[in-house]
C-alpha cells in the first residue's frame, strides 16, 4: 500500500495517469525499473527487497528516479538500444550457424572454393556480429551512466529530499544482496534497473550503472563513505509510527489545500506549465493533500477495475432525477451487474464530492480500467459515451473526462497509429490554435468584454511570440463545436513536441487573465494536455 500510494502521489502531482506497478516477488534486492514507450503505456516494477528494506521516504527517491525516466525518454531509448544491439547481435548468430555450415559442406561433395567462401563469409558476419555487440554494449553503457546521473538528479529536484534517493543507494551498499536481481532475464534489461542488477565480468566492464559511491557523493558530497546496515531497516511497527507522525492531519491537509487555492493557484497555473517533464516537490505535496482528503471508500473502489468502471460513472451520472433515471436503466440493462451494484453503493458519496477531486479520481482509476479484458474495456467505453449523451449534449467537462480516459485507455485496448510530426512550425496551424484559444477563452465565462481580453492575452503573449504566431481572431461561441474542437486537436498532435508546452501556456495565459480560476477552465487544461501527450503537473483549485 504504501509503494502504490507514492505512486500514485507522482502520478497526479505530474499530470500522467499512475502506472500499473508490478511486484518482482522473491527477489531479495533493492531494485527498480520502468518499461514501455512513453508515459502512456508506461510501468513500474519493483523487487521485494525493496519495499522490505526502504522507508517512505527512499522509497519515494526511487520511484521518483523512475519518473525521471519515464519522462526523459529513457524507456525508448533503452529499448531502441536493445534493439539495435539485438539485431547487430543476430549478424554474429547468422555467421556462426553458416560456419557451422560451412563444417559439414566440407565433409560432403561441396567444391572446397565454395565451402571457402562460404567460411569466409561467416567469420565476416561473426566478427561484425559478436564485435559490433561489444563495442555496442559499451556505448549502451556509457549512455545509461549518464542518464542514471540525470536520473537521480532529478529525483532530488522532484522530492526535494537529497536524503530519500541517496539513503535507498545506501541502503543498497550495506544490504548482503544489494540491489542483485536473480531472474534469468536480468542481464537482458540490466540497464533499466535503478541500480547494477547483474554482477560478473563483463558487466563490471560494460556497467550500466555507476559505482554505488559515486552516485551518494554526487547527491551527498558529505558523505562519510559508510553504507547503512539491512539491520537499521526499521520494523513494519516502527515505519507505520513514523509515518503517522509525519503525515499531515486530514484538518491540516485540508487547510494546505485552501492555502494554495486562495494564495497562490494564479501563479500555479503558469508554474505548472514550466514544470512540464520536470515536476517539482510542491506538487506532490498537493496531490498526497488530495488523496488523503478521498474517503477511504472512494478510493478502494477507484483503485480495482469493478470500483474503477462505477466511480467514472458516477462522475458522469446527471443531477436531474428524469436524465439520471434513464441513465441508470441503461447501466442496469448494458453494464456488468455488480458494477451496476457498486455504482448505486457508491451515488451518496459521489453526488456530494467537489469538484476539485475528479482528475485525482481519474489518474488512480486509470490504472485498473487497464486491467479490463477489451471485451469490459469496449461495453464500458460505449456505456460511458451513452451515459454522457443520454441529454442530447455534452458539455466541456463532459468532453474533457472523455479525452482524458480515452487518450490514456484506447492505446491499451487498440491498435493506433502513432502520431507522426508533420508540422514544425506553429503558423501552419494557426486556424486551429485560434480555437484552442477560443475554448479556453470561453470556458466559464459569460461577460463577452473578459471572454475577448482572455483571448487577446493568450493571442499575443509571450507563449504566442515564442510560437511565432500572430493575427489570431476569436471565434464565438456559437460558431464552435466539439467536432471541430476534436479535428483542431487531432491536427494539433502532429505539432512539433517542443511547441507544445507553449500551446498549453498561451491557454493557461487565458485562464489566468481574469484572476479567476474555475473547475472546468483547469481540467479542460488538463484534457488538452493529455490530447496532445504533454503531461502537465497537477495544478489545485
Same mark, same amino acid.
Given at each position: 500500500?504504501?509503494?502504490?500510494?507514492?505512486?500514485?502521489?507522482?502520478?497526479?502531482?505530474?499530470?500522467?495517469?499512475?502506472?500499473?506497478?508490478?511486484?518482482?516477488?522473491?527477489?531479495?534486492?533493492?531494485?527498480?525499473?520502468?518499461?514501455?514507450?512513453?508515459?502512456?503505456?508506461?510501468?513500474?516494477?519493483?523487487?521485494?527487497?525493496?519495499?522490505?528494506?526502504?522507508?517512505?521516504?527512499?522509497?519515494?527517491?526511487?520511484?521518483?528516479?523512475?519518473?525521471?525516466?519515464?519522462?526523459?525518454?529513457?524507456?525508448?531509448? +533503452?529499448?531502441?538500444?536493445?534493439?539495435?544491439?539485438?539485431?547487430?547481435?543476430?549478424?554474429?548468430?547468422?555467421?556462426?550457424?553458416?560456419?557451422?555450415?560451412?563444417?559439414?559442406?566440407?565433409?560432403?561433395?561441396?567444391?572446397?572454393? +565454395?565451402?571457402?567462401?562460404?567460411?569466409?563469409?561467416?567469420?565476416?558476419?561473426?566478427?561484425?556480429?559478436?564485435?559490433?555487440?561489444?563495442?555496442?554494449?559499451?556505448?549502451?553503457?556509457?549512455?545509461?551512466?549518464?542518464?542514471?546521473?540525470?536520473?537521480?538528479?532529478? &529525483?532530488?529536484?522532484?522530492?526535494?529530499? =537529497?536524503? #530519500?534517493?541517496?539513503?535507498?543507494? !545506501?541502503?543498497?551498499? #550495506?544490504?548482503?544482496?544489494?540491489?542483485?536481481?536473480?531472474? =534469468?532475464?536480468?542481464?537482458?534489461?540490466?540497464?533499466?534497473?535503478?541500480?547494477?542488477?547483474?554482477?560478473?565480468?563483463?558487466?563490471?566492464?560494460? &556497467?550500466?550503472?555507476? =559505482?554505488?559511491?559515486?552516485?551518494?557523493?554526487?547527491?551527498?558530497?558529505?558523505?562519510?563513505? !559508510?553504507?547503512?546496515?539491512?539491520?537499521?531497516?526499521?520494523?513494519?511497527?516502527?515505519?507505520?509510527?513514523?509515518?503517522?507522525? $509525519?503525515?499531515?492531519?486530514?484538518?491540516?491537509?485540508? $487547510?494546505?489545500?485552501?492555502?494554495?487555492?486562495?494564495?497562490?493557484?494564479?501563479?500555479?497555473?503558469?508554474?505548472?506549465?514550466?514544470?512540464?517533464? +520536470?515536476?517539482?516537490?510542491?506538487?506532490?505535496?498537493?496531490?498526497?493533500?488530495?488523496?488523503?482528503?478521498?474517503?477511504?471508500?472512494?478510493?478502494? &473502489?477507484?483503485? $480495482?477495475?469493478?470500483?474503477?468502471?462505477?466511480?467514472?460513472?458516477?462522475?458522469?451520472?446527471?443531477?436531474?432525477?428524469?436524465?439520471?433515471?434513464?441513465?441508470?436503466?441503461?447501466?442496469?440493462?448494458?453494464?456488468?451487474?455488480?458494477?451496476?451494484?457498486?455504482?448505486?453503493?457508491?451515488? =451518496?458519496?459521489?453526488?456530494?464530492?467537489?469538484?476539485?477531486?475528479?482528475?485525482?479520481?481519474?489518474?488512480?482509476?486509470?490504472?485498473?480500467?487497464?486491467?479490463?479484458?477489451?471485451?469490459?474495456?469496449?461495453?464500458?467505453?460505449?456505456?460511458?459515451?451513452?451515459?454522457?449523451?443520454?441529454?442530447?449534449?455534452?458539455?466541456?467537462?463532459?468532453?474533457?473526462?472523455?479525452?482524458?480516459?480515452?487518450?490514456?485507455?484506447?492505446?491499451?485496448?487498440?491498435?493506433?497509429?502513432?502520431?507522426?510530426?508533420?508540422?514544425?512550425?506553429?503558423?501552419?496551424?494557426?486556424? $486551429?490554435?485560434?480555437?484552442?484559444?477560443?475554448?479556453?477563452?470561453?470556458?466559464?465565462?459569460?461577460?463577452?468584454?473578459?471572454?475577448?481580453?482572455?483571448?487577446?492575452?493568450?493571442?499575443?503573449?509571450?507563449?504566442?511570440?515564442?510560437?511565432?504566431?500572430?493575427?489570431?481572431?476569436?471565434?464565438? !461561441?456559437?460558431?464552435?463545436?466539439?467536432?471541430?474542437?476534436?479535428?483542431?486537436?487531432?491536427?494539433?498532435?502532429?505539432?512539433?513536441?517542443?511547441?507544445?508546452?507553449?500551446?498549453?501556456?498561451?491557454?493557461?495565459?487565458?485562464?489566468?487573465?481574469?484572476?479567476?480560476?474555475?473547475?472546468?477552465?483547469?481540467?479542460?487544461?488538463?484534457?488538452?494536455?493529455?490530447?496532445?501527450?504533454?503531461?502537465?503537473?497537477?495544478?489545485?483549485?
Amino acid at each position: 500500500r504504501k509503494l502504490l500510494n507514492v505512486v500514485e502521489e507522482m502520478a497526479i502531482a505530474s499530470g500522467t495517469p499512475a502506472p500499473p506497478v508490478y511486484l518482482l516477488v522473491g527477489e531479495p534486492g533493492i531494485n527498480a525499473f520502468a518499461a514501455g514507450f512513453s508515459p502512456r503505456d508506461a510501468v513500474i516494477g519493483v523487487t521485494q527487497g525493496t519495499i522490505d528494506h526502504l522507508s517512505r521516504d527512499q522509497l519515494q527517491g526511487v520511484i521518483a528516479h523512475e519518473f525521471s525516466h519515464i519522462f526523459n525518454g529513457d524507456m525508448r531509448l +533503452n529499448i531502441r538500444l536493445m534493439g539495435i544491439l539485438n539485431g547487430i547481435l543476430i549478424i554474429g548468430i547468422i555467421g556462426y550457424y553458416l560456419l557451422y555450415s560451412a563444417s559439414f559442406s566440407r565433409r560432403g561433395r561441396s567444391s572446397g572454393k +565454395n565451402a571457402g567462401g562460404i567460411l569466409a563469409l561467416a567469420i565476416g558476419l561473426m566478427v561484425i556480429g559478436f564485435a559490433g555487440t561489444f563495442f555496442g554494449g559499451l556505448i549502451k553503457a556509457a549512455v545509461s551512466r549518464q542518464r542514471e546521473y540525470l536520473a537521480d538528479a532529478s &529525483a532530488v529536484q522532484f522530492t526535494r529530499n =537529497p536524503d #530519500g534517493i541517496a539513503g535507498a543507494l !545506501k541502503r543498497i551498499g #550495506g544490504l548482503e544482496s544489494g540491489s542483485k536481481v536473480e531472474n =534469468p532475464g536480468a542481464p537482458e534489461v540490466s540497464h533499466a534497473f535503478f541500480a547494477q542488477g547483474v554482477s560478473g565480468f563483463m558487466q563490471s566492464l560494460a &556497467a550500466t550503472h555507476p =559505482p554505488l559511491a559515486k552516485r551518494i557523493l554526487r547527491i551527498d558530497p558529505q558523505w562519510d563513505g !559508510k553504507f547503512d546496515s539491512a539491520d537499521k531497516t526499521d520494523s513494519p511497527k516502527g515505519e507505520e509510527e513514523r509515518v503517522k507522525k $509525519e503525515t499531515m492531519t486530514r484538518e491540516e491537509l485540508a $487547510e494546505k489545500v485552501a492555502t494554495v487555492i486562495t494564495g497562490a493557484a494564479m501563479a500555479d497555473v503558469a508554474h505548472a506549465i514550466d514544470q512540464i517533464g +520536470n515536476p517539482k516537490a510542491e506538487t506532490i505535496n498537493h496531490a498526497r493533500a488530495l488523496i488523503e482528503e478521498l474517503s477511504a471508500t472512494i478510493k478502494e &473502489a477507484a483503485r $480495482e477495475p469493478y470500483g474503477a468502471r462505477a466511480v467514472i460513472y458516477s462522475l458522469v451520472l446527471d443531477p436531474g432525477q428524469e436524465v439520471r433515471g434513464r441513465q441508470l436503466a441503461h447501466l442496469r440493462e448494458h453494464a456488468d451487474p455488480d458494477v451496476f451494484v457498486l455504482t448505486h453503493k457508491l451515488l =451518496p458519496e459521489m453526488d456530494g464530492l467537489d469538484i476539485k477531486y475528479r482528475l485525482p479520481i481519474i489518474n488512480i482509476s486509470i490504472p485498473a480500467l487497464k486491467q479490463l479484458s477489451l471485451g469490459q474495456y469496449q461495453a464500458f467505453r460505449d456505456n460511458l459515451v451513452a451515459l454522457i449523451e443520454m441529454d442530447s449534449r455534452v458539455d466541456l467537462l463532459e468532453w474533457s473526462l472523455q479525452k482524458i480516459l480515452f487518450s490514456h485507455l484506447d492505446g491499451q485496448f487498440f491498435k493506433l497509429t502513432r502520431t507522426k510530426t508533420r508540422y514544425s512550425d506553429a503558423g501552419q496551424l494557426k486556424k $486551429e490554435i485560434g480555437l484552442i484559444l477560443s475554448v479556453m477563452a470561453h470556458a466559464g465565462q459569460q461577460d463577452q468584454n473578459i471572454i475577448e481580453e482572455a483571448f487577446s492575452a493568450a493571442a499575443n503573449g509571450a507563449a504566442a511570440k515564442t510560437l511565432k504566431i500572430s493575427g489570431l481572431q476569436l471565434v464565438a !461561441k456559437n460558431k464552435i463545436s466539439l467536432a471541430d474542437l476534436d479535428r483542431s486537436l487531432k491536427k494539433l498532435q502532429k505539432l512539433k513536441p517542443l511547441a507544445k508546452p507553449q500551446l498549453l501556456k498561451a491557454c493557461a495565459t487565458s485562464i489566468v487573465h481574469d484572476q479567476i480560476i474555475s473547475p472546468v477552465e483547469i481540467e479542460l487544461l488538463r484534457a488538452f494536455s493529455a490530447v496532445l501527450d504533454c503531461p502537465m503537473p497537477l495544478i489545485v483549485s
